[in-house]
């Protein structure tokens, strides 16, 4: 079973910066790509970014594209988020997500493994 937790959610004001991090409890962490999606208020859940297995690959929503930078730490278990030039549209709730397969996925039935989510709040 593999579990996910993310942390590091907050207030922020506009053009500020945040790093969301999500632990993960598996036993071959470098198994699994790992993303980060994020829900707004009415809105279906939409994809942010995606690492590779070794991070050496990743990619991007165009919305996030030069603010963003997912990453992770192998050694660590975790994946990262960092968050910069925040805009108050970034305002959602954070998902990190798991994947075992190696197909570059932004769709999230194709993830088998969810974080319960962290708010970030973007003021203007």
């Known amino acids: 079973q593999v579990q996910l937790v993310e942390s590091g959610g907050g207030l922020v004001q506009a053009g500020g910066s945040l790093r969301l991090s999500c632990a993960v409890s598996?036993?071959?962490?470098?198994?699994?790509?790992m993303a980060w999606f994020r829900q707004a208020p009415g809105k279906e859940r939409a994809f942010v970014a995606r690492?590779?297995?070794?991070?050496?690959?990743?990619y991007y929503a165009d919305s996030v594209s030069g603010r963003f930078t997912i990453s992770r730490d192998n050694a660590k278990n975790t994946v990262y988020l960092q968050m910069n030039s925040l805009k108050p549209e970034d305002t959602a709730v954070y998902y990190c997500?798991?994947?075992?397969?190696?197909?570059?996925?932004?769709?999230?039935?194709?993830?088998?493994?969810w974080g319960q989510g962290t708010q970030v709040t973007v003021s203007s």
């Open positions: 997500a798991a994947d075992s397969a190696v197909v570059k996925h932004t769709t999230v039935s194709d993830y088998d493994y």
């Open positions: 598996a036993r071959t962490f470098s198994a699994y790509a």
């Open positions: 690492i590779s297995g070794t991070g050496r690959t990743t």
